[in-house]
């Protein structure tokens, strides 16, 4: 027998000799690892290289487990190109075009930008006047996208319709209740969004650390690490808590290639954990922001309101401010989303850069973990 200290891993001699050569053993986490080796150093100095082989990356057809989070405003083909150049998964945002037409040419657009996979998000939210989701969907279908992130309420019909196409859809959700619908709506992966996520948190409040070892626990289906993701031992880590890959918004905001102002990138980079803040709890639809005047003004109105109606702070949350905020570089001008993983954000590079630079981090803190396993003397 070959042990490794319990209860981490044991296997039969046998088994080890029976492995394909390019394979090794090792313990939940790290058999995802394959081995390069030559004829000189095989048996001596096997030396680990990317890519990661998880769920995620040999159903999606990427090199590297991170996906780009469907971001409004920002998820554009520029960005979801560059992302999916890299070796990750980019994202264009459904809703930040106003008709399923434009759409389709932003999708048309992305495929002269890059011939690696991309997906399209579809956020359904409360609205006064909701868009023609069934239409997008249906735009997204005959573009031949195989890919889609869904999010938010009562998306069973949507899921429906893509899963009738062949989509692979990948539903992003912050409890396990939620996700246990999703998975009986016959989703393909999860996307786990713990509270330190921007945007949309839910009303739980459960942070990833607990978030992701119950999904582990409960799900029979391949998960995604999505809310605090910022590096590769952040991947590493994920990868260890059972999920298939990370899903990043923020720190994909704060890349060369974002088509936001530069100064709203600079201000990312001058942020940290502590300058973000929640809005909306009044109305059940919690909110993660940058913390800036614009908000402090709306939490005032929200906790001092008398009438409770959503209409004395929708001045203060309007999202055509927000999207101001992004072309004019002003972070004070309206309210605007960002995670808490600012903290862990320092600098503004090229997609290509960070996805390798994530890559690189994670193997070698996945290699470092390895050293502490040490096998029982046969004596």
Same mark, same amino acid.
């Given at each position: ?12 001699? &046998? ?15 790290? &058999? ?7 004829? &000189? ?27 780009? @989070? ?13 992302? &999916? $150049? ?34 399209? $998000? ?37 899921? !429906?319709? =893509? ?10 959700? #912050?409890?396990?209740?939620?996700? %246990? ?8 992966? =999860? ?16 942070? $990833? ?45 704060? !890349? ?20 973000? #803040? ?6 059940? $639809? !919690? ?7 614009? !908000? ?19 001045? %203060?949350?309007?999202?055509?401010? @927000? ?57």
């Amino acid at each position: 027998m070959v042990r490794f200290p319990s209860p981490l891993l044991v296997l039969p001699f &046998s088994t080890l000799l029976l492995a394909p050569p390019d394979f090794v053993f090792l313990p939940r986490v790290f &058999s995802f690892f394959r081995v390069h080796s030559n004829h &000189s150093t095989a048996h001596t100095n096997p030396t680990f290289t990317m890519p990661l082989a998880t769920e995620l990356t040999r159903r999606l057809g990427i090199r590297v487990p991170v996906v780009q @989070g469907g971001m409004m405003h920002i998820g554009t083909a520029d960005l979801a190109a560059a992302v &999916s $150049n890299a070796g990750g998964l980019g994202i264009i945002t459904a809703l930040i075009f106003t008709t399923p037409a434009a759409l389709r040419d932003e999708i048309r657009r992305c495929r002269t930008l890059t011939k690696k996979p991309f997906a399209v $998000n579809m956020t359904l939210l409360p609205s006064m006047v909701p868009p023609d989701y069934p239409a997008y969907a249906q735009t997204i279908i005959d573009e031949g996208i195989k890919i889609v992130e869904t999010a938010g309420n009562s998306p069973g019909p949507i899921i !429906t319709q =893509l899963k009738k196409a062949g989509i692979i859809v990948l539903h992003k959700c #912050t409890t396990i209740r939620h996700a %246990l619908s999703a998975v009986k709506l016959g989703v393909d992966f =999860l996307s786990i969004d713990g509270f330190e996520c921007a945007g949309h948190v839910g009303e739980s409040d459960i942070t $990833n650390f607990i978030l992701l070892s119950r999904a582990r626990q409960t799900l029979k289906i391949p998960f995604i690490a999505s809310g605090g993701f910022a590096d590769g031992q952040g991947l590493a880590a994920a990868l260890s808590l059972g999920a298939c890959g990370i899903n990043m918004g923020t720190r994909f905001m704060c !890349t060369v290639e974002a088509p936001i102002h530069q100064n709203i990138k600079e201000q990312i980079v001058k942020s940290d954990e502590n300058d973000t #803040t929640l809005l909306l709890r009044r109305w059940k $639809n !919690t909110t993660r922001l940058f913390k800036n005047k614009v !908000t402090r003004d709306a939490l005032k109105v929200e906790k001092e309101s008398t009438t409770g109606e959503f209409s004395e702070v929708a001045p %203060l949350v309007s999202g055509k401010r @927000g999207k101001e905020v992004f072309i004019n570089g002003d972070p004070e001008f309206g309210v605007w989303t960002t995670g808490q993983v600012m903290g862990l954000i320092h600098d503004i590079p090229t997609c290509a850069v960070l996805v390798r630079r994530i890559e690189t981090e994670a193997e070698t803190s996945i290699k470092e973990r390895l050293n502490l396993i040490i096998p029982e003397s046969k004596l």
